[in-house]
């Protein structure tokens, strides 16, 4: 797909990957919505970018958040043809922890946002790209989630996580295979260890040792990075109903 002239959703687009995407597809011609809780941050970045930008804040588990987000897209660009899912969280906890269980609202609010929001965003945003005109191949749009390598080798405490990331992954498939008759792709990237927000807040030794195990490019991945195979995903049309380990070559071990 063409992504000069394109309209874009993006979610979790104020800060890490998604801001990474955002910036990317308007310096390439795309109009782009911000979907994200942060206000402040959302603002700023729409603010900066101009009339190429939207900013909703947008709660992803709610879908009635999400449709208005995407009903004002809609009045504002006119259309939709990318949805790239980026919110999301990776709150730590041990299913069996010094205080006892984990409390299962922590496990379901990962699951929430790491999941369900996806699917929300997901259904609602197909709704509106097959009323799109195909180019031709009769492509209508592309979906990109967002997973992790702990879908994969999900570490002690990281259960929630895991399992919400390993739940994007499985979904890819099947759902590319049902969209594939509306001419919408759906893949998945599935990135390793990035500097985004989430890696900023862990301690300096925690960081050292995390790099330590990444063989090559020995260091975190950059969010342009991720936003280039993003870009990459929209613009090659045989790239559908898969999950693209984006990780350096890393395994992640037990701990």
Same mark, same amino acid.
């Given at each position: 797909?063409?992504?000069?002239?394109?309209? =874009?959703?993006?979610?979790?687009?104020?800060?890490?990957?998604?801001? =990474?995407? !955002?910036?990317?597809?308007?310096? %390439?011609?795309?109009?782009?919505?911000?979907?994200?809780?942060?206000?402040?941050?959302?603002?700023?970045?729409?603010?900066? %970018?101009?009339?190429?930008? %939207?900013?909703?804040?947008?709660?992803?588990?709610?879908?009635?958040?999400?449709?208005?987000?995407?009903?004002?897209?809609?009045?504002?660009?006119?259309?939709?043809?990318?949805?790239?899912?980026?919110?999301?969280?990776? @709150?730590?906890?041990?299913? +069996?922890?010094?205080?006892?269980?984990?409390?299962?609202?922590?496990?379901?609010?990962?699951?929430?946002?790491?999941?369900?929001? @996806?699917?929300?965003?997901?259904? %609602?945003?197909?709704?509106?790209?097959?009323?799109?005109?195909?180019?031709?191949?009769?492509?209508?749009?592309?979906?990109?989630?967002?997973?992790?390598?702990?879908?994969?080798?999900?570490?002690?405490?990281?259960?929630?996580?895991?399992?919400?990331?390993?739940?994007?992954?499985?979904?890819? +498939?099947?759902?590319?295979?049902?969209?594939?008759?509306?001419?919408?792709?759906?893949?998945? #990237?599935?990135?390793?260890?990035?500097? @985004?927000?989430?890696?900023?807040?862990?301690?300096?030794? !925690?960081?050292?040792?995390?790099?330590?195990?990444?063989?090559?490019?020995?260091?975190?991945?950059?969010?342009?990075?991720?936003?280039?195979?993003?870009?990459?995903? #929209?613009?090659?049309?045989?790239?559908?109903? @898969?999950?693209?380990?984006?990780?350096?070559? #890393?395994?992640?071990?037990?701990?």
């Amino acid at each position: 797909m063409e992504i000069e002239g394109s309209v =874009a959703l993006v979610t979790g687009g104020a800060s890490g990957l998604g801001e =990474a995407c !955002v910036r990317d597809l308007v310096a %390439l011609g795309a109009k782009t919505t911000i979907l994200d809780f942060a206000e402040d941050n959302g603002r700023r970045l729409a603010s900066e %970018l101009g009339d190429s930008a %939207l900013f909703c804040k947008t709660d992803v588990t709610d879908e009635a958040s999400v449709q208005a987000a995407i009903d004002r897209t809609m009045e504002t660009f006119g259309a939709v043809h990318v949805a790239i899912n980026c919110a999301g969280v990776g @709150t730590p906890g041990k299913m +069996l922890g010094k205080k006892g269980p984990l409390p299962m609202e922590n496990f379901n609010r990962v699951v929430n946002i790491n999941l369900i929001g @996806t699917v929300i965003v997901i259904r %609602l945003a197909a709704e509106k790209m097959v009323l799109n005109q195909g180019n031709e191949d009769g492509e209508k749009g592309v979906i990109i989630n967002t997973a992790s390598i702990a879908a994969f080798e999900g570490q002690i405490g990281q259960a929630a996580y895991a399992a919400s990331k390993a739940g994007v992954v499985g979904m890819t +498939l099947p759902v590319a295979r049902e969209f594939a008759d509306y001419g919408v792709r759906v893949v998945t #990237i599935a990135p390793g260890l990035f500097e @985004t927000p989430m890696a900023q807040g862990l301690p300096e030794k !925690v960081k050292e040792s995390l790099v330590s195990m990444i063989p090559f490019p020995h260091r975190f991945g950059k969010p342009s990075e991720f936003a280039s195979l993003a870009r990459l995903i #929209i613009e090659n049309p045989c790239l559908n109903g @898969t999950t693209i380990r984006l990780d350096s070559a #890393i395994r992640m071990g037990a701990r």
